[in-house]
């Protein structure tokens, strides 16, 4: 079982430029979930999806975008980038039952 | 609104001793709570879970249980190891937040031999 996949691992973007990082689940869970973290902080909601078609905002969405047209899929996008989302990246994962979330291994990202 | 707090970090045990990592939380009814572990380099992953008071998650050693009068999640190990050397993480969801979960900060524990 593959679970949750995050592409790429690590990526380092300059200022201004755009990046999609890219969250598929093999599980057929309807919620998804875009978490970042930083040091010291703990993880803080971005987006997140109840299923395919709908998306709201977490915690901390300015300066990303997501969309979910299949269950599966759930990337999120960053339009000019910059050193504030220098951050690790996680996609995660539940079937909205009031159990786990599972999470992918992270994208950690830095913005130079 | 809907938080958690966990004791703050780093921790620093000596093979075999003693572990608790507190935990408490903030909810409207009844959440369901977790223990996530994060190792180096790698994502989180679920290490307990408790889904009603007094539930007591257990894996690998390691319990918690669920106490509803005093909104605590503690986790606890009898004897720690080199590979429990991690980042912990306590969390909880709940229907009525949309299913969101929220996480504390994270403790960081360090073994040594």
């Known amino acids: 079982n593959a679970g949750v996949t995050q592409t790429p691992k690590f990526r380092i973007l300059k200022i201004g430029q755009s990046m999609t990082l890219q969250c598929t689940q093999d599980?057929?869970?309807?919620?998804m979930y875009w978490y970042r973290q930083d040091p010291g902080m703990g993880l803080k909601l971005i987006y997140y999806s109840v299923g395919a078609g709908i998306t709201d905002k977490g915690e901390v969405p300015n300066g990303y975008n997501v969309s979910r047209s299949t269950t599966e899929d759930f990337p999120l996008r960053l339009e000019l980038a910059a050193p504030s989302q220098t951050s690790v990246y996680f996609c995660?994962?539940?079937?909205?039952?009031?159990?786990?979330?599972?999470f992918g291994q992270g994208t950690r990202l830095t913005v130079v | 609104g809907n938080s958690v707090t966990q004791m703050e970090g780093p921790v620093t045990l000596s093979e075999e001793a003693f572990l608790t990592i507190n935990c408490t939380y903030t909810a409207t009814g009844y959440p369901s709570l977790f223990w996530y572990v994060q190792y180096p380099g790698e994502g989180l992953q679920l290490l307990l879970k408790?889904?009603?008071?007094?539930d007591k998650g257990s894996n690998k050693g390691f319990e918690a249980t669920y106490r509803k009068e005093t909104t605590s999640f503690h986790l606890e190990k009898g004897s720690v190891q080199v590979s429990d050397s991690a980042v912990y993480f306590c969390a909880l969801t709940h229907l009525f937040t949309g299913n969101q979960f929220y996480f504390g900060t994270g403790t960081s524990l360090t073994v040594i031999p």
């Open positions: 599980m057929n869970h309807n919620y």
């Open positions: 995660a994962s539940s079937d909205g039952r009031n159990t786990e979330a599972f």
């Open positions: 408790a889904t009603k008071a007094d």
